[in-house]
């Protein structure tokens, strides 16, 4: 069973940067899909961006497209999400999740079989 635990939250002011971790535990790691998803007060959980299980391909929500960058160490069984040029609206709860898919990177959360506890984002004006 795969676990996740996600690091690297705080707070920070606009136009600033954070980088968040997530790191999984078990031996399938690396051969799937990795996502990060974020959810507000009062809104539904979304989805951020997203990583095939090598890498090579990557998706991200129109609203962080040219900000934020998704990356993974398959080797280090981590995903990181590099977050610049922050803005109020990015303050959330991130989350990290695991698909059972190897290539698609689906967007929406109900294709996502593991999560981590989250951790907050909190982006002042």
């Known amino acids: 069973q795969v676990q996740l635990a996600e690091s690297g939250g705080g707070l920070v002011q606009a136009g600033g940067s954070l980088r968040l971790s997530c790191a999984a535990s078990g031996p399938t790691f690396s051969r799937y899909v990795m996502a990060w998803f974020r959810q507000a007060p009062g809104k539904e959980r979304e989805f951020v961006a997203g990583?095939?299980?090598?890498?090579?391909?990557?998706y991200y929500a129109d609203s962080v497209k040219g900000r934020f960058t998704i990356s993974r160490d398959n080797a280090e069984n981590t995903v990181y999400l590099q977050m610049n040029s922050l803005k109020p609206e990015d303050t959330a709860v991130y989350y990290c999740?695991?698909?059972?898919?190897?290539?698609?990177?689906?967007?929406?959360?109900?294709?996502?079989?593991?999560w981590g506890q989250g951790t907050q984002v909190t982006v002042s004006s």
């Open positions: 999740g695991v698909a059972a898919s190897i290539a698609t990177i689906f967007t929406h959360m109900s294709a996502y079989n593991y």
């Open positions: 990583s095939s299980w090598s890498g090579g391909r990557t």
